[in-house]
């Protein structure tokens, strides 16, 4: 009877056990979880070793002095989609649920709720009669957004001309800005100089 109680015991501890098996690289924590990497795909598990997302492909390596892995900051990771073979960049939350669409050209992952993005926008000039298209061109912004995806500061209101064509844009363009501190970016200019740019907390 004894054996019978202790087994029942033991039953509520021991049913519930996960086990990941053949993983090909387990990194370390960030922001609560752990990135794990199954073949060419990554997922996360939490402190209690339970898989929270589960293992998909789209989600982007960030370089560290222990490898290439996936990492979660202020609640967001970055994910990748190619569209017309153009890389595009977005961001799920810690439910695996994309929260920022992938809609930019490169991204950083966040920092203290910020992110430097690339942002994209079309602009129409006319209209090609003969072919019946319309005739755009793109520029695009280094910008500043939030946890959300909203722009909060333009960094080179100017922009600059792009063309989005996957033979022009087999790798990600540069983010040539760079974070400072929460309010102050270095921004390089089109004559290869540095401007000190402070924006709003």
């Given amino acids: 009877m004894k054996k019978i109680v202790i087994a029942l015991i033991l039953i509520p501890f021991f049913g519930f056990t996960q086990t990941i098996k053949n993983l090909d690289f387990i990194a370390p924590m960030s922001d609560d979880l752990i990135a794990v990497q199954k073949n060419n795909t990554w997922g996360f598990i939490n402190n209690e070793g339970t898989l929270v997302i589960d293992f998909r492909d789209d989600l982007v390596s960030t370089p560290s002095a222990q490898g290439e892995y996936p990492v979660f900051k202020n609640g967001r990771c970055l994910i990748s989609e190619k569209k017309d073979g153009i890389t595009y960049f977005g961001y799920i939350d810690k439910t695996g649920e994309t929260i920022i669409e992938p809609q930019f050209l490169n991204a950083t992952n966040f920092e203290n709720n910020k992110a430097l993005v690339l942002h994209v926008i079309e602009e ?20 500043v957004i939030d946890q959300d995806g909203e722009i909060k500061n333009y960094l080179n209101p100017e922009g600059v001309n792009i063309v989005l064509s996957k033979t022009r844009l087999r790798t990600p363009p540069n983010i040539t800005s760079k974070k400072i501190t929460d309010n102050i970016y270095a921004v390089l200019n089109k004559n290869k100089k540095w401007t000190v740019e402070v924006i709003d907390k």
């Fill in 124 to 143: 129409r000039i006319g209209k090609n009669e003969i072919l019946g298209k319309n005739v755009v061109f793109h520029r695009s912004f280094e910008v």
